[in-house]
């Protein structure tokens, strides 16, 4: 039971061969594109979410980092994990956010060059970072490894928080999808059940992918 239970997020499902890793490919045609000379109301939709997708990080920027095209990263992580983890929910699909190959990938290299960008360009401000006002003499050596350890942790807890949050809504999906009968008197209440949480999870996946990109924005913001 429980290794048909896990098996889905297993990389090596389809044929012994780590295949299923390529819906990360496939989701790319279900981005509309602009072919004709009026927008569709996919393209409509999309463009309205980006602009208020870009007001919304444009804000929670810091000033000294904030430049013309800053939003592209949190706005195009956005969509990607928001694609991935929609696709997901239906059957015979794979919930590439539900391992931290997928989420940690995304993590630690956006989080490391912001590091890297803010140590170079902005040194006294991430040294003063490190030693918050008022901090007595004798603790401040903890302090900073204190806010060292921090810097480390937080892209190791986005990660996480993403693909334990998937994780669990997929665990739940099957294991309601296992209790279903349809000699059963209970048949209907159940695919009523199944069918609220299915959207339920709909809603988690675009909801974690604002959480993953907001977050890394806030975090970015704070060490600038």
């Not at 290299?109 to 007595?136: A, D, E, Y």
């Amino acid at each position: 039971m429980m290794t048909s239970l896990f098996s889905m997020f297993d990389p090596t499902a389809v044929m012994g061969m780590s295949i299923n890793w390529l819906i990360l490919i496939f989701t790319i045609p279900l981005i509309p594109l602009m072919f004709w000379k009026t927008n569709s109301r996919n393209m409509f939709i999309l463009k309205k979410m980006f602009m208020i997708l870009n007001m919304e990080f444009s804000s929670l920027f810091s000033k000294n980092i904030l430049m013309k095209g800053s939003t592209l990263l949190p706005i195009t992580l956005f969509s990607l994990i928001m694609i991935n983890n929609l696709t997901s929910n239906f059957p015979y699909t794979f919930c590439c956010a539900a391992h931290l190959s997928f989420s940690l990938t995304l993590s630690i290299p956006i989080w490391t060059s912001i590091i890297i960008f803010c140590w170079f360009s902005l040194t006294k401000t991430m040294f003063s970072h490190l030693v918050p006002n008022g901090t007595p003499g004798l603790l401040m050596p903890l302090m900073v490894i204190i806010e060292m350890t921090s810097n480390i942790i937080r892209p190791m807890a986005l990660a996480v928080r993403l693909t334990a949050n998937l994780i669990a809504g997929h665990l739940l999906m099957a294991l309601l999808g296992n209790t279903f009968n349809p000699n059963s008197y209970l048949w209907m209440l159940i695919i009523i059940m199944q069918t609220i949480f299915l959207m339920f999870e709909l809603m988690v996946a675009m909801i974690q992918s604002y959480v993953f990109s907001v977050l890394m924005t806030l975090y970015s913001s704070e060490i600038s």
